[in-house]
Nanobody, 126 residues
Framework: QVQLVESGGGLVQAGGSLRLSCAAS??????MGWFRQAPGKEREFVAA????????YYADSVKGRFTISKDNDKTTVYLQMNSLKPEDTAVYYC?????????????????????WGQGTQVTVSS
């Protein structure tokens, strides 16, 4: 079965760091991404990576603070989060896209993904 399992969430103080992991099993993906959803808000794009090429994409709100990376042998994608802010508090979801694409916009939209993990909570205290 296809599974995406997130881990690494927790409670940190503002300015701290966390590294999220997403272990994929059952298949490989053309692209993988991270989304987050805070209470009362829509799910929003955070970062994405094309598996083969390694091209990365970031939301403006996290650019320069977050880094997405991958481990080919472990079929795992990571999200290194530095300089965390209270507004980063949310449930973070890992997602996988099965098919290729002709425009990077499809990796920045929730509708562009086929599989989702259960999420991991990130809480940043002020």
């Amino acid at each position: 079965q296809v599974q995406l399992v997130e881990s690494g969430g927790g409670l940190v103080q503002a300015g701290g760091s966390l590294r999220l992991s997403c272990a994929a099993s059952g298949r490989t993906f053309y692209g993988m991404g991270w989304f987050r959803q805070a209470p009362g808000k829509e799910r929003e794009f955070v970062a994405a990576i094309r598996w083969s090429a390694g091209s990365t994409y970031y939301a403006d709100s996290v650019k320069g603070r977050f880094t997405i990376s991958k481990d080919n042998d472990k079929t795992t994608v990571y999200l290194q989060m530095n300089s965390l802010k209270p507004e980063d508090t949310a449930v973070y979801y890992c997602a996988g896209r099965e098919k290729g694409f002709s425009a990077s916009i499809y990796l920045q939209l929730a509708a562009g993904y086929d599989y989702w993990g259960q999420g991991t909570q990130v809480t940043v205290s002020s």
